[in-house]
């Protein structure tokens, strides 16, 4: 099982990133997919969630910005983020689930600065 992320990189405030984790080695049309979030001394986060028949959550903060989605047909999931602000800055990463299947993929570093 692997989860791949990636789309990561500078922006400036106000500016628009997509990140992007494909799955391999699972059924991924089975898994609840998530984005969690970890900015330095700060405790990792749930940003955006999907479940396997498409609905979705969000953080608080990111609501109306952010907005997760999913390609079951490339076994990938999205997080389309857009007015970006310094606080968003952190290493985010993709979580599948699934009863009690779970993995991590590897983070990808999103910094929002000027």
């Known amino acids: 099982v692997q989860l791949q992320a990636s789309g990561g990189g500078l922006v400036q405030p106000g500016g628009s990133l997509r990140l992007s984790c494909a799955a391999s080695?699972?059924?991924?049309?089975?898994?609840?997919m998530n984005w969690y979030r970890q900015a330095p001394g700060k405790q990792r986060e749930l940003v955006a969630s999907?479940?396997?028949?498409?609905?979705?959550d969000y953080l608080d903060s990111v609501k109306g910005r952010f907005t997760i989605s999913r390609d079951n047909a490339k076994n990938t999931v999205y997080l389309q983020m857009s007015s970006l602000k310094p606080e968003d800055t952190a290493v985010y990463y993709c979580y599948a689930k699934a009863g009690i299947v779970s993995r991590w993929g590897q983070g990808t570093l999103v910094t929002v600065s000027s």
């Open positions: 999907i479940t396997a028949g498409g609905s979705t």
């Open positions: 080695g699972i059924i991924f049309s089975r898994f609840a």
